[in-house]
């Protein structure tokens, strides 16, 4: 094991004996405290990643069952959340549309239809993206699995390798798709592995129930001005010498060809896909739990024969949540149970005394979106700054809805700024078409574009909506 392994591995366990030498503040029980330095430790274990994430949660887990925090039943408690079988069934989707390719299909007939100009290029992607976003909870699978093997082809295609050729279309378009998917990402629920995970937090810190069809309501103003914003930006700010691309809807046109015409798998797909899309939207109306509805669509995938039970069993994505989603969950709800989240929110009480909830608001969001320059997952971040956060807003007087919505957005778009922010941060960076300058450049004005957007946007809609 090399010094840098074993750095990483030793952190998280100074990190828990320096907090369990702390004698627990007035007003928490020592099981309160003891399982919220496991918690800690487990979030520096995510930060410096000495094992796979759902490794080191899974120590965590047994860690808080070891020591008595928890029972066993309420360590394991966690797996049994109905938001933890709604990510797993969300990568489910996500396996189907990379089997059956539908995913490509729909990218490829984007571009055929809209592909002529490099601009209305990178719009066809986005759009295939967004398509796939509400199914495809990994953006790792969704911009790196589908898309990113397409722009290679289109890039290659017009002789746009990195280095001196990068500019004349390559870099635009992987820009442009990976900015994308941060917007696609923050639109839906089920766009991004974390977003789960602030939906089952903003129910244990601030008491309020998230729902799938709530989300994308919240998102849909600030989200669509955001999404159509973003590639135009993106063009302006990379400048692609090639301006035309006629050569894309032909790649298009011969891809399409290759595929033949929709097959058996694909159609019924596309009909699991509307219909759990129509039932997330209308559940409030139908009284059909979102998770429910997609352990449907997993359950009519696997009698049409859309995904086998290899395939099931075969998705590691799925099962990897499972464990870490899981045991953030389990653990965040004996934090709850023990009452530390209600001590931890009576005691940021005097760190916001005096603040108009509106003040208090703006900053800490903005504090908790630009952190993520400190961080390289999404899900880390999360489980390390969300409760905190919340808390703190809540106690100020921001209404708990609109808090948790808010902190879930920002939660995808503040990986915009660097290389390292999200995983298909180092697919796209690494392909070598954007150089680490640009990406930092352009991402932090695409950060601050985002933050006008869904604030000035975003407020008096949400005003609309009643929800503060």
Do not use: C
Request: aromatic residues 14%; proline residues 5%; charged residues 10%.
């Amino acid at each position: 094991m090399d010094a840098k392994r074993v750095a990483s591995a030793i952190i998280p366990i100074i990190v828990f004996l320096i907090l369990y030498a702390i004698p627990a503040p007035s007003g928490v029980a020592f099981k309160a405290w003891l399982l919220f330095a496991i918690f800690v430790a487990v979030i520096a274990g995510l930060i410096f990643r000495p094992l796979p994430m759902s490794a080191v949660v899974l120590i965590g887990v047994v860690a808080s069952a070891l020591s008595g925090a928890l029972t066993i039943g309420d360590a394991l408690a966690g797996f049994a959340d109905t938001t933890v079988w709604l990510i797993v069934s969300a990568y489910l989707f996500a396996r189907a549309f990379l089997k059956t390719r539908l995913g490509e299909r729909i990218a490829w007939m984007f571009i055929k239809a809209i592909g002529k100009r490099t601009l209305t290029l990178g719009y066809a992607l986005s759009l295939t993206d967004l398509v796939i976003a509400p199914g495809t909870p990994s953006n790792t699978a969704r911009a790196g699995g589908i898309l990113f093997p397409i722009i290679r082809s289109i890039a290659k295609a017009y002789d746009s390798e990195p280095g001196p050729t990068a500019k004349r279309i390559g870099n635009f378009l992987m820009f442009n798709e990976y900015q994308t998917t941060l917007v696609t990402g923050a639109m839906f629920m089920t766009g991004m592995a974390a977003n789960p995970l602030v939906v089952s937090l903003a129910k244990q810190v601030l008491k309020v129930e998230i729902s799938w069809a709530m989300w994308f309501l919240g998102a849909i103003v600030p989200g669509f001005v955001a999404f159509f914003l973003v590639p135009l930006i993106v063009y302006f700010l990379t400048r692609p010498e090639i301006k035309e691309s006629p050569e894309a809807p032909k790649l298009a046109e011969k891809s399409l060809k290759e595929m033949g015409p929709l097959k058996r798998e694909e159609k019924v797909l596309i009909f699991v896909f509307i219909l759990a899309l129509a039932l997330w939207i209308l559940s409030e109306t139908v009284k059909i739990n979102a998770t429910t509805t997609a352990l449907l669509g997993v359950a009519l995938m696997l009698v049409t024969g859309v995904l086998s039970w290899q395939d099931v069993l075969g998705e590691r994505g799925a099962w990897d949540a499972l464990v870490w989603f899981g045991g953030l969950v389990g653990m965040a709800a004996g934090l709850n149970k023990l009452g530390f989240m209600k001590w931890m929110a009576e005691s940021t009480a005097k760190y916001v005394s005096g603040w108009a909830w509106l003040t208090a608001f703006i900053v800490l969001t903005l504090v908790y979106f630009y952190a993520h320059y400190f961080m390289a997952s999404m899900t880390a971040h999360v489980t390390a700054f969300f409760p905190p956060f919340a808390a703190v807003m809540a106690t100020a007087g921001a209404p708990p809805l609109l808090v948790g919505l808010m902190l879930g957005y920002m939660s995808n778009l503040n990986a915009a700024m660097t290389h390292y922010g999200t995983g298909p941060a180092p697919i796209y960076f690494g392909a070598g078409y954007v150089d680490i300058k640009e990406w930092w450049a352009y991402g932090l004005l695409i950060s601050i574009i985002h933050i006008a957007v869904w604030f000035v946007l975003g407020f008096p809609y949400w005003k609309f909506l009643g929800l503060y």
